[in-house]
């Protein structure tokens, strides 16, 4: 796994390198400099125009006239960062000293559209005297027949012995809840040490290709990610229901897909929000900086769910029933499934 991605990985750092010195000094910092420049590495290098069904040059052409050598930098950096935010991509910003733009709309979907409550989650499922296993907190439910983790965010460092530790807690669990919703991502080499416990026979987890050329769709030839080799002979080969939803970006929705090739895990919940590409930065001529994925990111189904990776159970929470009872639907069910050896591949 780490192989490919850190191919990737080089060659887009490399790109971000190479632009910088060809910019070098030679290109003047104005204004309609910076906003052209702008628009033209993201139409050269920006990997997702194909799923994200934006006319690039409807929207320099929208854009451009408000731009003009002399005008207020803030005024610039407006212009620039709403011709971003058309692309609704979490992994795209403009960076200035003083700002950082973001993807309006995808962030406020993040906030409100986020199906878990922590204060029911702790009280109710975790428990006040809940484990914590370095990133992941976690607990037994239904009398020790099931595991619940929740686990926060992919920038919580997880070793494959800690996630041994916490499945060695619970030697009477008939299966386990992995809760991810609200889990904005991280690094992607929590992944590996999650499904490093989980069956493997070497199985393609996914497919990725690198920008390589100046057309919307010049990509380089598709690399496979591997299923990592298990770190020993007894896995956890019971079912894994893992919890999603529209908090849940980049890594999260990189291990959502990771299940499609896993006979004991299942999704769980709601769409998630996607960010499947790897970003690398640039440069502009005013000394702005800027970030984009210069890669996509292919399922085993042959679909580039870039835009959100779609459960296999759908269900969202019921936030009448959680104020009025305190219970979480998602996890309640969840669990039943689960008792019940009522969920099939």
Known sequence: MKKSVL??????????????????????????????????????????????????NGVYDSLRP????????????????AML??????????????????????????????DIDMTTVILNYLGINYHSTAGMAHSSLCDGK?????????????SVGQFRHIIDLYPNSKGMILDMRGNGGGSLSNIEHILKLMPSHGQVLYRSQIKNG??????????????PQTMDE??????????????????????AICTQAYDNMWLMGDSTSGGLGLPTMGYLPNGWRYRMPVTRTIALDGNNYENGVPPDIYIRLDWDALRATGHDNIIDSACCLIINDAIKK
């Open 66 to 81: 408000m731009v003009h050598d002399g005008m207020p930098a803030d005024s610039l950096y407006e212009v620039c960062a």
């Open 85 to 114: 935010n058309t692309l609704q991509d979490g992994h795209v910003n403009l960076y200035a000293s003083y700002d950082v733009s973001r993807a309006d709309s995808l962030y406020y979907r993040f906030y409100t559209e986020t």
């Open 234 to 255: 007894e896995t956890f080969a019971k079912p894994v229901l893992v919890l999603v939803d529209k908090g849940c970006f980049s890594a999260t929705s990189a291990f």
């Open 146 to 158: 099931v595991i619940y983790i929740r686990y926060g965010s992919f920038g919580s460092g997880i």
């Open 214 to 227: 100046p057309g919307h769709n010049d990509f380089g030839p598709l690399q496979e990610t591997y299923a």
């Open 7 to 56: 191919l990737i990985f080089v060659a887009s750092m490399m790109m971000a390198s190479c632009e910088k010195l060809i910019m070098g000094n030679d290109m003047q910092a104005s204004a309609v400099n910076t906003f052209g420049y702008l628009w033209q590495q993201f139409d050269q290098q920006y990997s997702m125009f194909d799923v994200k069904n934006v006319d690039w």
